[in-house]
């Protein structure tokens, strides 16, 4: 044990492998939902990913999927995650263990468990439900946390040196450098920002010297942060995926400071409470309770042993919940990640001090306090392996090459499901080559004038069959864009003249499709035929749809949003082709096996009840 504490590089290495191997179990097999496809395009392309762009990790992306070994591309990147996550697991070790020892538990009878109670706190870090789902698929948030975690390494070296360290001026600039760097990836590295700048004065006062070193770090911070001109530089060679066109200053800026989505921060307090409550629901499954409990003991023990690393800490966790409960999406878990490295923080020190007391209580069991840190590290582990598991989720692939199987030759389809196919499509036609035929067309994006030049680099004569409608909603949403005085009514009817434009210039010579979500304005006069998980647009009523393909779904036991949803949209499209065969073809034998395939997806809804009601018996 003794070797061990004077070895925290060791501990941290093994640490981290033994997080990789489990990892390495769970990480899923291809395409996940929400962002994967868009962000495994951008990363297989060299293209330009949503605001607010991600160039590092896009770069380092590129260099993982043209890897030379035996794995799809998109393997490769969720490989990536998972080594990204394990990786930071390994650097925690480090910054966890100077927490402890900063926390006054450097006494010789508690130094020894030092080492072993960060391992452990990274451990339960690790195994928290919202970090380990980020090391199973590909994102932007594990390279965050492998940045997070080497930010506050070189941050605590240099403003809390242990023992025998000097810091200086090298440390602080490093620091510098590796801050600017982790926002060219995501910009909620600002999370930092006070608990770091109060520890900082704290340590230092707020002297002139402070000052003019803080003066000093601009440079390498600006080194670090200047990978962001990768996106002018790329934008200008229109890539493949080119969210944004920032090809000018203004469009750069807008990219940089995520325009499109400002509307959902700080918009009512509603959002506060909504987001809040959701946070403290799960916060106790998080950490499996037993984690929670340990940050808690923690917390008060770094209270008592260091006041200023402790007001720095809680900084850090308090403006993280600040910002992320005033951001109105779903998917809001990641932006709760650094509350939870905190979390992870504290019961390290929670771990050490419970360790340090047992060995006073106890010396006798002080061969076995390793082994019970152990043990209580990995409840997290055992708690959430089921729902952190992805290895057999297949969902988005299936969906997504089962919408391609609904579609004819030189098919167009308009959709608003980007989370579980569309997003997913610009990997399958845009990197692995399936279906370049079809047009796909992200109803929402089409609001933006950077998309509809996407669209016409792709499908010129998309564009150019409807130019005078194209024109009429671009000179519209110019004025939105660029905060000018605009009539949202006027917008709005440019858009739809817009997309009904689309639609019937394109039904004479193609296929053209939507979803059941597009609304029926958008298709007025014309009639949906069911036709696998699309819906076929015709002029005339009655036509039969072709067989029901075999889709390839296979089965994912765990619950959740959007798996639920996945089995939803599966039903749903077995449901509505039975209501057109029951009502409009007047044939009750296909409409009920229609439904009897629809609970093959899914329990039975109130849409599958009518249906059944309306059945002869």
């Given at each position: 044990m003794k070797g061990l504490s004077g070895?925290?590089?060791?501990?941290?290495?093994?640490?981290?492998?033994?997080?990789?191997?489990?990892?390495?179990?769970?990480?899923?097999?291809?395409?996940?939902?929400?962002?994967?496809?868009?962000?495994?395009?951008?990363?297989?392309?060299?293209?330009?990913a949503h605001p607010t762009g991600y160039p590092l990790f896009t770069l380092l992306g590129w260099i993982f999927s043209h890897l030379p070994?035996?794995?799809?591309?998109?393997?490769?990147?969720?490989?990536?995650a998972a080594l990204f996550c394990s990786a930071a697991a390994g650097i925690f070790v480090l910054v966890f263990r100077r927490a402890v020892l900063l926390s006054g538990r450097g006494r010789e009878s508690d130094a020894a468990f030092a080492t072993a109670s960060a391992a452990g706190g990274a451990l339960i870090l690790a195994f928290s439900a919202t970090y380990w789902s980020?090391?199973?698929?590909?994102?932007?948030?594990?390279?965050?946390?492998?940045?997070?975690?080497?930010?506050?390494?070189?941050?605590?070296r240099a403003a809390f040196p242990l023992h025998g360290e000097v810091s200086g001026r090298r440390d602080w600039y490093l620091f510098a450098y590796a801050v600017g760097l982790a926002f060219t990836n995501h910009m909620t590295t600002v999370f930092l920002a006070p608990g770091l700048l109060y520890m900082y004065f704290a340590r230092r006062g707020g002297s002139r010297s402070s000052w003019n070193l803080l003066a000093r770090m601009a440079i390498p911070f600006l080194a670090g942060l200047s990978l962001y001109a990768y996106i002018p530089l790329r934008a200008s060679r229109t890539p493949v995926l080119n969210w944004g066109y920032a090809v000018t200053p203004e469009r750069f800026f807008w990219h940089l400071s995520g325009k499109?989505?400002?509307?959902?921060?700080?918009?009512?307090?509603?959002?506060v409470g909504r987001q809040?409550?959701?946070?403290?629901?799960?916060?106790?499954?998080?950490?499996?309770?037993?984690?929670?409990?340990?940050?808690?003991?923690?917390?008060?023990?770094?209270?008592?042993?260091?006041?200023?690393?402790?007001?720095?800490v809680a900084l850090l966790f308090l403006f993280c919940i600040f910002y992320a409960a005033n951001y109105d999406i779903h998917d809001i878990d990641s932006y709760f990640l650094l509350a939870y490295i905190c979390l992870g923080l504290t019961a390290a020190v929670g771990l050490s001090a419970l360790a340090g007391l047992a060995a006073k209580r106890i010396p006798r069991a002080n061969a076995a306090i390793p082994l019970l840190i152990l043990g209580v590290s990995l409840i997290p582990l055992v708690a959430n392996y089921r729902d952190a598991d992805e290895s057999n989720d297949h969902l988005v692939e299936d969906y997504t090459a089962d919408m391609f199987s609904?579609?004819?030759?030189?098919?167009?389809?308009?959709?608003?499901?980007?989370?579980?196919?569309?997003s997913a499509s610009y990997y399958d036609q845009l990197v692995a080559g399936m279906r370049p035929d079809v047009t796909v067309i992200d109803?929402?994006?089409?609001?933006?004038?950077?998309?509809?030049?996407?669209?016409?680099?792709?499908?010129?004569?998309?564009?150019?069959?409807?130019?005078?409608?194209?024109?009429?909603?671009?000179?519209?949403?110019?004025?939105?864009?660029?905060?000018?005085?605009?009539?949202?009514?006027?917008?709005?009817?440019?858009?739809?003249?817009?997309?009904?434009?689309f639609i019937r210039r394109s039904l004479p010579t193609h296929p053209v499709y939507v979803t059941e979500e597009i609304e029926p304005e958008?298709?007025?006069?014309?009639?949906?035929?069911?036709?696998?998980?699309?819906?076929?647009?015709?002029?005339?009523?009655?036509?039969?749809?072709?067989?029901?393909?075999?889709?390839?779904?296979?089965?994912?036991?765990?619950?959740?949003?959007?798996?639920?949803?996945?089995?939803?949209?599966?039903?749903?499209?077995?449901?509505?082709?039975?209501?057109?065969?029951?009502?409009?073809?007047?044939?009750?034998?296909?409409?009920?096996?229609?439904?009897?395939?629809?609970?093959?997806?899914?329990?039975?809804?109130?849409?599958?009840?009518?249906?059944?009601?309306?059945?002869?018996?």
């Open positions: 070895r925290p590089g060791v501990a941290a290495f093994l640490t981290g492998a033994g997080v990789f191997a489990v990892y390495a179990l769970t990480v899923a097999p291809g395409l996940g939902f929400i962002d994967s496809g868009e962000l495994s395009t951008v990363a297989c392309r060299l293209g330009i070994v035996p794995a799809r591309q998109v393997g490769r990147l969720n490989v990536m980020q090391a199973v698929a590909v994102e932007v948030y594990p390279l965050h946390l492998l940045l997070v975690s080497i930010l506050l390494l070189l941050f605590l499109q989505y400002q509307v959902w921060m700080f918009s009512s307090m509603d959002v809040l409550f959701y946070f403290l629901g799960t916060l106790m499954g998080e950490f499996a309770y037993a984690g929670l409990l340990l940050s808690a003991a923690g917390a008060f023990a770094l209270w008592r042993g260091n006041r200023r690393l402790a007001a720095g609904s579609l004819r030759p030189d098919a167009v389809i308009i959709s608003y499901q980007w989370d579980y196919w569309v109803k929402e994006l089409l609001r933006r004038s950077w998309y509809i030049r996407e669209l016409e680099s792709r499908r010129p004569w998309l564009i150019a069959a409807s130019r005078a409608e194209v024109s009429a909603f671009l000179a519209q949403v110019d004025l939105f864009e660029h905060g000018l005085p605009y009539d949202p009514a006027r917008i709005q009817a440019t858009y739809v003249a817009m997309v009904e434009s958008f298709t007025r006069g014309l009639f949906r035929v069911p036709e696998g998980l699309a819906f076929r647009l015709t002029a005339g009523a009655g036509q039969i749809p072709p067989p029901l393909p075999d889709f390839s779904y296979r089965p994912f036991s765990r619950r959740g949003r959007l798996e639920d949803m996945i089995r939803k949209l599966y039903a749903d499209a077995c449901i509505s082709r039975g209501e057109y065969f029951l009502l409009l073809l007047h044939d009750s034998g296909e409409a009920s096996k229609c439904l009897e395939k629809a609970g093959l997806f899914d329990s039975p809804s109130p849409r599958a009840r009518r249906l059944a009601g309306l059945l002869p018996h």
